[in-house]
């Protein structure tokens, strides 16, 4: 049961994290592994989840400027957790209440950190495996095809 229910909560933050901020396919490919030891549909779709993951994972090292943006991102993102931990006082220019400013306190500070850090942990990880590496792309290729093909056939 705990399992059950640790596997649905990564499934639906992975789906929030493809609009939001976040590493929303590794989330969702987290969620399908710990469901997949239960359920035949999720075992089905892991593999398309995972490569489409590392798909995403290689188009993110392709250009320098792809690797600037994501490090930017992330350092931003760092940053942004930094001063929510810190929580200065309203600016003079918002115009909300004060309650609306920096919402989440120290938990979401945290939570903006630890995911800056996924963000560039997975940068250097995708840096190391397919940043020109044709080869290792071209097999990543492969093997998605392969699992799409095979998830048609069972579904």
């Known amino acids: 049961m705990t399992l059950e229910v640790v ?5 639906v933050a992975g789906i929030a994290a493809l609009v ?5 396919l590794l989330m969702l490919f987290g969620g399908l592994a710990v469901l997949s030891q239960q359920y035949e549909w999720a075992e089905r779709r892991l593999d398309p989840v995972k490569y489409r993951a590392l798909r995403g994972a290689a188009e993110s090292v392709e250009t320098p400027l792809r690797i600037a943006l994501t490090t930017t991102g992330a350092l ?3 940053a942004a957790g930094v001063l929510w931990m810190v929580k200065p006082d309203a600016p003079t ?6 309650s609306w400013w920096l919402p989440g ?7 903006q950190i630890v995911s800056a850090i996924v963000a560039v942990g997975l940068l250097v990880y995708s840096y190391r495996r397919f940043h020109g590496k044709p080869h290792a792309v071209a097999a990543l290729e492969r093997d998605t095809h392969r699992a799409d093909h095979s998830d ?3 579904g």
Not at 7 to 11: D, S, Y
Not at 20 to 24: A, I, N, T
Not at 93 to 98: G, R
Request: glycine share 18%; charged share 5%.
């Open 20 to 24: 939001l901020p976040g590493p929303g």
């Open 76 to 78: 931003v993102l760092a």
């Open 105 to 111: 306190g120290i938990a979401t500070g945290i939570t």
């Open 7 to 11: 596997g649905w909560v990564l499934v």
């Open 93 to 98: 220019w918002w115009m909300l209440a004060d």
């Open 152 to 154: 048609r056939a069972a």
